[in-house]
């Protein structure tokens, strides 16, 4: 079964960094494109970033471009986010999503809280 799992979370002051990390297994890791998802108390679900199969390809929000970066290794069925300049905004779950054999798969989510 597909499973992925977030950890990384906690929380940081306004312009510090997190690394937020995904570990999957389950499925063919190196075909997947992985995503990273955010969403805050009382707003929708927003895409954060995206990374695809091989690597070769990242989209962000443009919220988080320039900050935010979305990586893989897929000897390691990894997929982390790497959070700088973090702003109280970025405050939210974020959640790691795969969609595979048209199944769309979700992480537990990890708490990320920017404050002061």
């Known amino acids: 079964q597909v499973q992925l799992v977030e950890s990384g979370g906690g929380l940081v002051q306004p312009g510090g960094s997190l690394r937020l990390s995904c570990a999957a297994s389950?499925?063919?890791?190196?075909?997947?494109?992985m995503t990273w998802y955010r969403q805050a108390p009382g707003k929708e679900r927003e895409l954060v970033a995206g990374?695809?199969?091989?690597?070769?390809?990242?989209n962000y929000a443009d919220s988080v471009k320039g900050r935010f970066t979305i990586s893989r290794d897929n000897a390691k069925k990894m997929v982390w986010l790497q959070m700088n300049s973090l702003k109280p905004e970025d405050t939210a779950v974020y959640y790691c999503n795969t969609v595979r054999a048209a199944n769309n798969y979700w992480g537990q989510g990890t708490q990320v809280t920017v404050s002061s």
């Open positions: 389950g499925f063919t890791f190196s075909l997947a494109r």
């Open positions: 990374i695809s199969g091989t690597g070769g390809f990242t």
